[in-house]
């Protein structure tokens, strides 16, 4: 936030959660829209996604540090995705993201995920971290190369959801 907002207090989302009234059970996923102060905080109810196949889609979308609200770009992206599940994006030749999901591909050997991703995910930085993921260019022609992706975000953990690189329609 101090990106955008240098001069304003940083927000303490604990205290402003607290006054939430929080789901005790079930998955539910937290949207907090913010600009210099919380103006939004919804929780809706998480249902999984069964992802057995990917589309491989071009963009030209810009990489972003945090989660935008205006979505409009990635639904137009993923309305491509014909038959398959979800898609990969694929910006300047090289891999990013799912519409929904950080990526990671293993070669046998070890996982590696997108250098530039379109969003930075918390979980993936943390994976990064801790030597689980390295940061690679992953180009298309490179995909070959690898055996198996994962998608994962705050919602899905690394693993949870894995596909033979077969899986990944042109």
């Given at each position: 936030?101090?990106?955008?907002?240098?001069?304003?207090?940083?927000?303490?989302?604990?205290?402003?959660l607290y006054n939430t009234n929080f789901p005790i059970q079930g998955l539910?996923?937290?949207?907090?829209?913010?600009?210099?102060?919380?103006r939004e905080?919804?929780?809706t109810s998480y249902l999984r996604r069964e992802i057995h196949s990917l589309r491989l889609v071009e963009t030209d979308m810009e990489s972003?540090?945090?989660?935008?609200?205006?979505?409009s770009e990635l639904n137009?992206?993923?309305?491509?995705?014909?038959?398959?599940?979800?898609?990969?994006?694929?910006?300047?030749?090289?891999l990013t993201d799912t519409s929904f999901t950080n990526i990671a591909f293993f070669d046998g050997v070890k996982?590696?995920?997108?250098?530039i991703p379109l969003i930075y995910g918390v979980n993936r930085a943390e994976l990064?971290?801790?030597?689980?993921?390295?940061?690679?260019?992953?180009?298309?022609?490179?995909?070959?190369?690898?055996?198996?992706?994962?998608l994962f975000n705050a919602m899905n953990?690394?693993?949870?959801?894995?596909?033979?690189?077969?899986?990944i329609w042109h």
């Open positions: 936030m101090m990106d955008y907002y240098p001069t304003y207090r940083i927000i303490d989302l604990s205290e402003s539910y996923k937290c949207r907090v829209v913010y600009d210099s102060e919380i905080i919804e929780y972003h540090p945090y989660k935008m609200e205006n979505r137009a992206a993923f309305a491509l995705r014909g038959e398959c599940d979800d898609i990969i994006l694929v910006k300047n030749g090289c996982w590696f995920t997108p250098r990064i971290e801790q030597g689980v993921l390295t940061e690679k260019d992953i180009s298309l022609s490179g995909l070959v190369n690898f055996y198996r992706v994962s953990e690394f693993g949870t959801i894995e596909l033979d690189v077969s899986s």
